[in-house]
């Protein structure tokens, strides 16, 4: 196997695992998909058949804490998997990915959810509130995109598409959450974020009206929040340390 493609592998072993310490699992399904370094595929999607993207997604049937580098699929676009793997995959979850990998320049990793807190605000009709510290930081960074149902229809997907536009940040109304990144701990900052913003805002709903944070101060937050700019890491940090209390608890998603 590439180098490279092995270490895309551990990565998103690694995200998996720490997705289930955080507690954001659904049984067997949702997903996380990354795509192969161009250097372990040929080339780049543009140079035919060998050259085009191939990208990793989680065994079907599988928890997150069993997921490991070796067990993960190889799928092209069309969701055919590629090199003999042995599990299948989720036709439903790769419809949403696969159209956000090939839609969207940029999305190498696709992050979807059914957290509680992101549900719950996912079908309120209002929406996600500019009421806490995190949504704030989310200012203009968030799209909404209505209820369709299962995601299993290629047909829905230019109207994906449409709605997510350049947004990182993505409310499935009745659905979850998902987030897209140009690496996946990127991805993951933005999803980490929206899914406080949730969690927060459901809090404060339990008790009262939230206090909305105004246009301007929202803005501002959003200027000044570092993580998510590849100049100042993209939530590496963040993950890399994830990762390190991953290892002290399992470090079997490595083989």
């Known amino acids: 196997m590439h180098p490279d493609e092995l270490s895309a592998r551990r990565q998103l072993a690694a995200c998996y695992r720490i997705f289930a310490l955080l507690g954001w699992t659904e049984m067997i399904y949702n997903h996380i998909t990354l795509r192969v370094p161009d250097s372990a595929t040929g080339g780049t999607a543009t140079e035919g058949a060998r050259g085009s993207p191939h990208f990793l997604i989680n065994p079907f049937g599988l928890h997150y804490t069993e997921v490991t580098a070796s067990n993960l699929v190889k799928v092209n676009l069309a969701g055919d998997v590629l090199d003999g793997a042995r599990h299948p995959i989720n036709p439903a979850g790769y419809v949403l990915h696969s159209t956000l990998h090939a839609g969207i320049e940029g999305a190498h990793c696709v992050m979807h959810t059914h957290t509680t807190a992101g549900v719950a605000v996912a079908s309120l009709a209002s929406g996600l509130s500019q009421s806490n510290f995190y949504s704030a930081q989310l200012h203009g960074m968030v799209a909404t995109h209505d209820f369709e149902g299962i995601t299993i229809h290629a047909e829905e997907g230019p109207r994906v598409l449409a709605s997510i536009g350049d947004k990182q940040a993505v409310i499935l109304r009745n659905h979850g959450?998902?987030?897209?990144?140009?690496t996946l701990p990127q991805a993951f900052a933005v999803l980490w974020t929206l899914q406080r913003a949730c969690e927060i805002q459901l809090a404060t709903q339990s008790m009262g009206a939230p206090l909305p944070v105004p246009e301007a101060i929202a803005a501002?937050?959003?200027?000044?929040?570092l993580q998510f700019d590849p100049r100042h890491g993209a939530g590496q940090d963040v993950f890399d340390a994830l990762v390190r209390q991953i290892d002290r608890i399992d470090d079997s998603y490595k083989n």
């Not at 959450?177 to 140009?182: D, E, F, I, K």
């Not at 501002?220 to 929040?225: A, E, F, I, Q």
């Open 220 to 225: 501002k937050c959003t200027r000044d929040s």
């Open 177 to 182: 959450l998902l987030s897209w990144g140009r």
